[in-house]
């Protein structure tokens, strides 16, 4: 497959795509998306490729769903978007013994967040900021959200996040245990490479660590993603959901009326 959206190298046993449409911040069109899921599965065969690293080109890391195409003419179901585009994304990377990291360089918003908390590491860069975007635009979490992040920060937090859909900046990720470390934008590629290669280069046993935790987490994963899906469809038909796409494009406040 020729690639337009996205990078992909191979190196080191280090699998590395880059998503590539900056204008967008990163946002997934469907042809994005069907790039990601085709280097990946070409990662996951190789078995050169112990460890796939994950970052975005400008200022962005991922803005999860590119909106533009979900107007009300548009948009289509969001659950059937999330079967087919989202969760087999999320589901590859915990069902690999591979280890993935995200190199979060920028904004990681809504299914892109998600993308960095299904990765077994994150480091980020000084500039990187995590946001549950959803509740801004009258969606639910989905690509994840609502299995990683409670583990991941608590209960309290997560509610917290996911209800309010504030940023949360680089020092306070690292401070909430969202992400392993923070760099500066200048070293983020060389440390996360660092990183990538220490694991492509560690013992068999580093598969094993993944698979023992995943043991514990993947019938649930599976299982939270298929109902996350079956609440956005819900959403996605929502006039909420339609006034907060509208407004985001029309770069406003949305009104919502709880409809
Ligand atoms: O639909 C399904 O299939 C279901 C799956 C859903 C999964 C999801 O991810 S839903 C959540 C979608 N994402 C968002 O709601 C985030 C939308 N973006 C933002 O809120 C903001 O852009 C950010 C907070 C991420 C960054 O803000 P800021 O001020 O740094 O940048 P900006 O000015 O908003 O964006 C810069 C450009 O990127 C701008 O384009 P322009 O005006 O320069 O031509 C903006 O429209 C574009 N952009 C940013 N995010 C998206 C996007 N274009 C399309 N879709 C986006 N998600």
Redesign the pocket.
Known sequence: MNYENILYEKQNGVATITLNRPQ??N?FTPQMNSEFQDALRDADGDKSIRCFLITGSGR?FC??????G?TPET?GS?GE??RE??NPIILRLRRTEKIAIAAVNG?A????CNLALACDLRIASEEAKF?Q??V??G?AP??GGSFFLPRLVGLSKAMELLLLGETVEAQEALRLGLVAKVVSPDELSTTAREMAEKTARGPRSIGLIKRAVNRSLLPELEAQLEYEASL?EIAGRSADYDEGVRA?LEKRSPIFTGK
Do not use: E, M, N, T
């Open positions: 967008a911040l946002a962005a803005a999860g769903q590119d909106l533009k979900r948009k969001l978007s999330l585009r989202y904004v918003a809504g299914a892109g946001i975007a959803f801004r635009v969606l989905d690509s956005q985001f």
